[in-house]
């Protein structure tokens, strides 16, 4: 059987998101950002959107470049504090921000790639982050309901990859790619290093490509971008 080739480019994978798309981006500040599929969404003009990411990358680059030109209506996150356009977005009411402890937003997301529909924790309870939220009960202890993440899209950045989708990361910037990459309908993945079919060794393929539908190579790193390497 013939492996199927889901390289493209990048303004033909982003331009299937739709405007009032809920999407998943991979990264921690700044390793593993998909810097320029971000930028690609920007420059498409999408609307209306709903990120869930971990942060909201400084001023000026990744997401703020969809904050700051008014295009997100919700960002899921646990913080922003590197981000004075974020902050005065959030403070003056022109996004919707919903934070989450960090392992709670990542076990969330891992438990919508899972099938789950939501986690029981403690973490929080009695505080801001349980406004609104059910409590159960489980032998005897109280525990806050934290309903599972999917998304429609997620973009993902991979440090190497062949034609399939097969994905592998440079150290750190594995962080929440791998989990983003089973918990929505469509993957897009942008890669700094394109390798033939079997360039990747198996125990080095950290996402299979049966998670990934686009594959947008990566020639060169370029300033139209703002990539660096991470």
Same mark, same amino acid.
């Given at each position: 059987?013939?492996?199927?080739?889901?390289?493209?480019?990048?303004?033909?994978?982003?331009?299937?998101?739709?405007?009032?798309?809920? #999407?998943?981006?991979?990264?921690?500040?700044?390793?593993?950002?998909?810097?320029?599929?971000?930028?690609?969404?920007?420059?498409?003009?999408?609307?209306?959107?709903?990120?869930?990411?971990?942060?909201?990358?400084?001023?000026?680059?990744?997401?703020?470049?969809?904050?700051?030109? /008014?295009?997100?209506?919700?960002?899921?996150?646990?913080?922003?504090?590197?981000?004075?356009?974020?902050?005065?977005?959030?403070?003056? /009411?022109?996004?919707?921000?919903?934070?989450?402890?960090?392992?709670?937003?990542?076990?969330?997301?891992?438990?919508? /790639?899972?099938?789950?529909?939501?986690?029981?924790?403690?973490?929080?309870?009695?505080?801001?982050?349980?406004?609104?939220?059910?409590?159960?009960?489980?032998?005897?202890?109280?525990?806050? #309901?934290?309903?599972?993440?999917?998304?429609?899209?997620?973009?993902?950045?991979?440090?190497?990859?062949?034609?399939? /989708? $097969?994905?592998?990361?440079?150290?750190?910037?594995? $962080?929440?790619?791998?989990?983003?990459?089973?918990?929505?309908?469509?993957?897009?993945?942008?890669?700094? #290093?394109?390798?033939?079919?079997?360039?990747?060794?198996?125990?080095?393929?950290?996402?299979?490509?049966?998670?990934?539908?686009?594959?947008?190579?990566?020639?060169?790193?370029?300033?139209?971008?703002?990539? #660096?390497?991470?």
């Amino acid at each position: 059987m013939k492996l199927s080739d889901k390289t493209t480019s990048m303004a033909e994978a982003v331009a299937a998101i739709p405007d009032g798309a809920t #999407v998943m981006v991979g990264g921690f500040g700044v390793p593993g950002t998909p810097f320029a599929l971000l930028a690609e969404l920007a420059r498409q003009d999408k609307r209306d959107l709903t990120l869930i990411k971990n942060d909201a990358n400084e001023t000026g680059t990744g997401v703020d470049l969809l904050i700051a030109s /008014g295009r997100v209506r919700r960002l899921i996150t646990t913080h922003i504090g590197l981000n004075a356009n974020a902050i005065a977005a959030m403070n003056e /009411g022109r996004i919707e921000v919903e934070f989450c402890a960090q392992g709670i937003l990542a076990e969330r997301v891992r438990a919508g /790639g899972a099938g789950l529909p939501a986690v029981l924790t403690d973490i929080g309870m009695q505080t801001e982050l349980s406004a609104g939220k059910q409590i159960v009960q489980v032998e005897g202890r109280c525990l806050m #309901v934290e309903t599972a993440l999917r998304a429609d899209v997620a973009l993902i950045h991979a440090d190497r990859a062949d034609p399939f /989708g $097969n994905l592998a990361y440079r150290a750190t910037a594995r $962080n929440f790619n791998p989990p983003m990459a089973m918990a929505a309908t469509t993957v897009i993945a942008e890669a700094e #290093v394109l390798l033939p079919l079997g360039g990747l060794a198996p125990d080095e393929v950290e996402t299979p490509g049966v998670f990934v539908d686009h594959l947008c190579p990566m020639a060169e790193i370029t300033e139209e971008y703002g990539v #660096v390497r991470r």
